[in-house]
Protein backbone atom coordinates (compact mmCIF):
# COMPACT_ATOMS: atom_id res chain seq x y z
CA UNK A 1 0.00 0.00 0.00
CA UNK A 2 1.33 3.89 -0.85
CA UNK A 3 1.92 5.45 2.48
CA UNK A 4 3.69 8.32 3.58
CA UNK A 5 5.01 8.57 6.94
CA UNK A 6 6.18 11.96 8.97
CA UNK A 7 7.38 10.73 12.00
CA UNK A 8 7.52 14.69 13.91
CA UNK A 9 4.17 15.89 15.05
CA UNK A 10 5.90 19.24 16.05
CA UNK A 11 9.93 20.31 15.61
CA UNK A 12 10.39 23.05 17.04
CA UNK A 13 13.66 24.97 16.81
CA UNK A 14 15.70 28.33 16.76
CA UNK A 15 15.25 31.02 14.36
CA UNK A 16 19.03 30.77 12.42
CA UNK A 17 19.00 27.03 12.72
CA UNK A 18 19.25 24.20 10.48
CA UNK A 19 15.72 22.90 10.17
CA UNK A 20 15.02 18.83 8.46
CA UNK A 21 11.30 17.55 8.56
CA UNK A 22 11.13 14.04 7.68
CA UNK A 23 8.67 12.29 5.34
CA UNK A 24 9.24 8.29 4.41
CA UNK A 25 7.37 6.63 2.03
CA UNK A 26 6.41 3.47 0.39
CA UNK A 27 5.73 2.86 -2.90
CA UNK A 28 6.67 0.46 -5.78
CA UNK A 29 7.72 2.21 -8.79
CA UNK A 30 8.61 5.89 -9.46
CA UNK A 31 7.13 8.40 -6.56
CA UNK A 32 5.88 12.12 -7.65
CA UNK A 33 6.64 13.90 -3.70
CA UNK A 34 5.10 17.08 -2.96
CA UNK A 35 5.96 19.28 0.16
CA UNK A 36 2.30 21.22 1.03
CA UNK A 37 2.37 24.00 3.79
CA UNK A 38 -0.39 25.47 5.88
CA UNK A 39 0.25 29.23 7.49
CA UNK A 40 -1.45 30.18 10.33
CA UNK A 41 -4.90 31.34 8.95
CA UNK A 42 -3.85 30.62 5.50
CA UNK A 43 -5.02 27.72 2.90
CA UNK A 44 -2.89 24.88 1.97
CA UNK A 45 -0.25 25.42 -0.35
CA UNK A 46 2.01 23.78 -2.47
CA UNK A 47 5.56 23.95 -1.20
CA UNK A 48 7.31 22.18 -3.74
CA UNK A 49 7.35 19.12 -6.01
CA UNK A 50 10.49 16.77 -6.34
CA UNK A 51 10.10 16.41 -9.84
CA UNK A 52 10.67 20.71 -10.68
CA UNK A 53 14.17 20.28 -8.30
CA UNK A 54 13.44 23.97 -7.55
CA UNK A 55 14.14 25.69 -3.86
CA UNK A 56 11.39 27.41 -2.58
CA UNK A 57 11.73 30.27 0.32
CA UNK A 58 14.92 28.80 0.80
CA UNK A 59 13.54 25.29 1.17
CA UNK A 60 14.83 22.42 -0.72
CA UNK A 61 13.78 18.55 -0.45
CA UNK A 62 15.67 15.22 -2.46
CA UNK A 63 14.38 12.15 -2.94
CA UNK A 64 15.84 9.18 -2.24
CA UNK A 65 15.20 6.07 -3.68
CA UNK A 66 17.24 3.68 -1.42
CA UNK A 67 15.93 5.20 1.84
CA UNK A 68 12.40 6.20 0.49
CA UNK A 69 12.79 9.49 1.92
CA UNK A 70 12.06 12.90 0.97
CA UNK A 71 13.18 14.90 3.27
CA UNK A 72 12.38 19.26 3.81
CA UNK A 73 15.71 21.45 4.63
CA UNK A 74 16.43 24.62 5.43
CA UNK A 75 19.79 25.53 6.81
CA UNK A 76 18.49 28.70 8.46
CA UNK A 77 15.40 28.61 10.28
CA UNK A 78 13.03 31.71 10.07
CA UNK A 79 10.47 32.65 12.38
CA UNK A 80 8.23 33.07 9.33
CA UNK A 81 8.68 29.72 8.74
CA UNK A 82 5.98 28.37 11.40
CA UNK A 83 3.46 26.53 10.43
CA UNK A 84 2.33 23.07 9.65
CA UNK A 85 4.26 20.92 6.41
CA UNK A 86 2.56 17.90 4.96
CA UNK A 87 4.42 15.73 2.58
CA UNK A 88 2.10 13.96 -0.22
CA UNK A 89 3.07 11.46 -2.26
CA UNK A 90 0.80 10.49 -5.55
CA UNK A 91 -0.92 7.32 -5.72
CA UNK A 92 -0.27 4.72 -8.23
CA UNK A 93 -3.74 5.28 -10.12
CA UNK A 94 -2.46 8.47 -11.04
CA UNK A 95 -5.76 10.61 -9.55
CA UNK A 96 -4.86 11.44 -6.40
CA UNK A 97 -2.67 12.18 -3.69
CA UNK A 98 -1.97 10.64 -0.47
CA UNK A 99 -1.02 12.78 2.62
CA UNK A 100 1.20 12.11 5.67
CA UNK A 101 -0.37 12.84 9.31
CA UNK A 102 1.58 16.27 8.90
CA UNK A 103 4.63 18.40 10.99
CA UNK A 104 4.52 21.48 13.42
CA UNK A 105 7.35 23.54 12.75
CA UNK A 106 7.55 26.27 15.65
CA UNK A 107 10.41 28.41 15.22
CA UNK A 108 11.34 30.42 18.19
CA UNK A 109 13.26 33.34 18.64
CA UNK B 1 -10.51 35.07 -9.98
CA UNK B 2 -11.70 33.21 -7.21
CA UNK B 3 -9.92 30.22 -6.82
CA UNK B 4 -11.45 27.45 -4.22
CA UNK B 5 -14.58 28.74 -2.36
CA UNK B 6 -16.12 26.61 -0.03
CA UNK B 7 -19.36 27.44 2.60
CA UNK B 8 -20.16 27.49 4.95
CA UNK B 9 -17.06 28.34 6.80
CA UNK B 10 -18.47 27.43 10.19
CA UNK B 11 -21.00 25.30 10.72
CA UNK B 12 -22.63 22.89 14.24
CA UNK B 13 -24.97 19.98 13.69
CA UNK B 14 -26.90 18.21 16.39
CA UNK B 15 -26.43 14.41 15.59
CA UNK B 16 -28.61 12.65 13.09
CA UNK B 17 -29.12 15.92 11.12
CA UNK B 18 -27.79 16.20 8.20
CA UNK B 19 -26.04 19.15 6.11
CA UNK B 20 -24.40 19.85 2.44
CA UNK B 21 -20.99 21.38 2.07
CA UNK B 22 -20.70 23.52 -0.57
CA UNK B 23 -17.63 24.12 -2.88
CA UNK B 24 -16.73 25.96 -6.31
CA UNK B 25 -13.69 26.68 -8.54
CA UNK B 26 -13.69 29.03 -11.20
CA UNK B 27 -10.16 27.53 -12.56
CA UNK B 28 -11.87 25.26 -15.21
CA UNK B 29 -10.07 22.44 -13.03
CA UNK B 30 -11.04 18.23 -13.72
CA UNK B 31 -10.34 16.84 -10.58
CA UNK B 32 -12.00 18.15 -7.45
CA UNK B 33 -10.91 16.54 -3.95
CA UNK B 34 -13.00 16.27 -0.36
CA UNK B 35 -10.13 16.35 2.71
CA UNK B 36 -11.40 15.96 6.18
CA UNK B 37 -8.48 17.09 8.56
CA UNK B 38 -7.85 15.61 12.44
CA UNK B 39 -5.51 16.76 14.50
CA UNK B 40 -2.21 14.10 14.55
CA UNK B 41 -4.02 12.48 11.95
CA UNK B 42 -3.55 14.73 8.28
CA UNK B 43 -5.51 14.76 5.38
CA UNK B 44 -7.88 12.29 4.94
CA UNK B 45 -9.48 11.99 1.12
CA UNK B 46 -13.39 11.61 1.38
CA UNK B 47 -14.35 11.49 -2.25
CA UNK B 48 -12.84 12.97 -5.14
CA UNK B 49 -13.98 13.37 -9.13
CA UNK B 50 -11.74 13.45 -12.30
CA UNK B 51 -14.44 15.48 -14.11
CA UNK B 52 -18.04 16.32 -14.43
CA UNK B 53 -20.33 12.85 -13.55
CA UNK B 54 -17.56 11.09 -12.41
CA UNK B 55 -16.81 10.25 -8.54
CA UNK B 56 -14.98 8.19 -6.29
CA UNK B 57 -13.99 7.41 -3.12
CA UNK B 58 -11.37 7.93 -1.34
CA UNK B 59 -10.00 6.71 2.10
CA UNK B 60 -12.95 7.72 4.44
CA UNK B 61 -16.02 7.60 2.39
CA UNK B 62 -18.31 6.21 4.77
CA UNK B 63 -21.13 8.76 6.35
CA UNK B 64 -20.65 10.86 3.04
CA UNK B 65 -21.85 11.24 -0.75
CA UNK B 66 -20.74 13.61 -3.65
CA UNK B 67 -22.12 14.04 -6.72
CA UNK B 68 -20.48 16.70 -9.26
CA UNK B 69 -23.15 17.70 -12.42
CA UNK B 70 -20.75 20.62 -13.55
CA UNK B 71 -17.16 21.24 -13.88
CA UNK B 72 -17.37 23.94 -11.10
CA UNK B 73 -19.19 22.81 -7.90
CA UNK B 74 -18.42 19.13 -6.22
CA UNK B 75 -21.01 19.30 -3.00
CA UNK B 76 -20.50 17.12 -0.22
CA UNK B 77 -23.70 15.86 1.59
CA UNK B 78 -23.28 14.76 5.47
CA UNK B 79 -26.03 12.36 5.98
CA UNK B 80 -27.40 11.51 9.44
CA UNK B 81 -23.96 13.61 11.11
CA UNK B 82 -22.57 11.76 13.75
CA UNK B 83 -19.88 13.17 16.43
CA UNK B 84 -16.96 11.19 14.57
CA UNK B 85 -17.78 13.62 11.85
CA UNK B 86 -16.50 16.75 13.89
CA UNK B 87 -13.53 18.06 11.77
CA UNK B 88 -12.17 20.73 9.44
CA UNK B 89 -13.34 19.57 5.62
CA UNK B 90 -11.05 20.88 2.59
CA UNK B 91 -12.02 21.23 -1.15
CA UNK B 92 -9.17 21.44 -3.56
CA UNK B 93 -8.98 21.08 -7.47
CA UNK B 94 -6.44 20.66 -9.60
CA UNK B 95 -5.82 20.50 -13.44
CA UNK B 96 -3.47 17.35 -12.74
CA UNK B 97 -3.00 15.20 -9.93
CA UNK B 98 0.64 16.18 -10.95
CA UNK B 99 0.51 19.97 -10.45
CA UNK B 100 -0.35 21.60 -7.96
CA UNK B 101 -3.68 21.65 -5.46
CA UNK B 102 -5.29 24.23 -4.83
CA UNK B 103 -7.22 24.41 -1.38
CA UNK B 104 -10.43 26.07 -0.08
CA UNK B 105 -10.54 27.77 2.47
CA UNK B 106 -11.80 24.85 5.00
CA UNK B 107 -14.69 24.37 6.78
CA UNK B 108 -15.13 23.83 10.04
CA UNK B 109 -18.02 21.39 11.70
CA UNK B 110 -18.67 20.34 15.25
CA UNK B 111 -21.61 17.85 15.18
CA UNK B 112 -22.85 17.54 18.88
Known amino acids: AQRVTQPEKLLSVFKGAPVELKCNYSYSGSPELFWYVQYSRQRLQLLLR??SRESIKGFTADLNKGETSFHLKKPFAQEEDSAMYYCALIMMDGNKLVFGAGTILRVKS | NAGVTQTPKFRILKIGQSMTLQCTQD?????MYWYRQDPGMGLKLIYYSVGAGITDKGEVPNGYNVSRSTTEDFPLRLELAAPSQTSVYFC???????????FGPGTRLTVT
Open chain 2, 92 to 102: ASSMDPGYEQY
Open chain 1, 50 to 51: HI
Open chain 2, 27 to 31: MNHNY
